[in-house]
Structures are given as C-alpha cells and as structure tokens.
C-alpha cells in the first residue's frame, strides 16, 4: 500500500503521522472524547463532542503555523490510534506545546506514544528550529508523568488546583525539555 505509507508527513518504526483529516471523523475519533476513561486526566469529557464540533475544529487547524495536528496511524494496519499535536507554536519565544490523546485503549502502555513523541520532538527542533517544548498534566495522570520522564522533560512547576475535574480541583505538574536536553532514544 504505497499510497497510505506515501500519505505520512512523519514516520517511525511502528507508527506513521500525518495531518489530522475529516475523514478521521469516521473512525472512532468523536468517542474518545466521550470516553471518560480516556479523558480521565484532561480537560475533555466536561462538555458532549459533536461530530458537527469535531468538524468545525479540523477546518480551523488546517493551514495554520502556530500548531500542527497528527492523527497517529499504526503502520500494519493503517488504524488511527490518536492524535499527537504541537500548539502554541511561538517562532519569537522558539517554543512550543505537546499534547496527545491516544484513544484506542487497547494501544495504551506499548510505546506507541512515546514514538510519535519522538517524532515531533526530532521535528520541532530540528526542522522548526524551536528550542523548548513543553506540556502540562494533571497530578493524577502517572502514565504522562512517566512518559515526560521517559522522553527526558523535567518538572518545572506546577500550576496549584488548576484543572477541575470530577468536582476535585487537581495540580497541573508542568514539564519542560530544551533542545539541547534531548536525547533521542
């Protein structure tokens, strides 16, 4: 299937990235924002996802230069896992913000994460040229701690009560990583 590997804008291993798409919308994509476990630890499933909605918000992302939206495809089969992003892309600060949802669960905890992680870091740095990249992440997410951790981010900060969720205020942990911090692998 050329066609389908020639479409990713990024490729690694096991995974291959490519803009996020309407056609993703006909897919499981509008559920794992509804799914609460999914969205167990983010500031999604306060409010019903629509389709409409979803739709409306991949023709707002699409030409822009402050943020770049992957859908993640697993390669052998070509199934749309999750999204991986950088947003809040500041050419003047050289910065920018990683954010993922991986909603197929049954993909969780095998690494799939943590590779395309790598390929929009490698992207970030080496290709935008940016110097720092930076996520924030609830208190109670252990997964995205360890995964920071993994991809060698340091907790900055954390940002006291700042998401509310469930009826219970968390801490947002902050995470940061300079480009000469990363090590690739």
Not at 61 to 69: A, N, P
Not at 91 to 115: N, Q, V
């Amino acid at each position: 299937m050329s066609e389908e590997k020639d479409m990713y804008f990024l490729e690694g291993v096991n995974i291959g990235l490519r803009l996020l798409c309407k056609r993703d919308l006909a897919g499981n994509y509008s559920e794992w924002l509804n799914d609460e476990k999914v969205c167990a630890y983010n500031s999604h499933h306060r409010f019903v996802m629509s389709e409409e909605e979803l739709c409306q918000y991949i023709d707002s992302i699409q030409g822009r230069k402050d943020m770049l939206v992957f859908a993640i495809d697993v390669r052998e089969n070509h199934k749309h896992i999750g999204n991986i992003s950088l947003q809040c892309i500041n050419y003047i600060d050289s910065s920018a913000e990683i954010a993922f949802l991986l909603g197929e669960r049954e993909y969780w905890g095998k690494g799939y994460a943590s590779e395309a992680a790598r390929l929009v870091i490698n992207h970030a740095f080496f290709q935008l040229g940016l110097k720092r990249i930076y996520f924030g992440t609830s208190e109670k997410n252990i997964g995205m701690q360890q995964l920071g951790e993994k991809l060698h981010f340091l907790r900055e900060g954390v940002r006291r009560k700042a998401l509310y969720k469930d009826g219970v205020f968390w801490d947002i942990y902050e995470y940061g990583l300079l480009k000469e911090e990363w090590r690739d692998g």
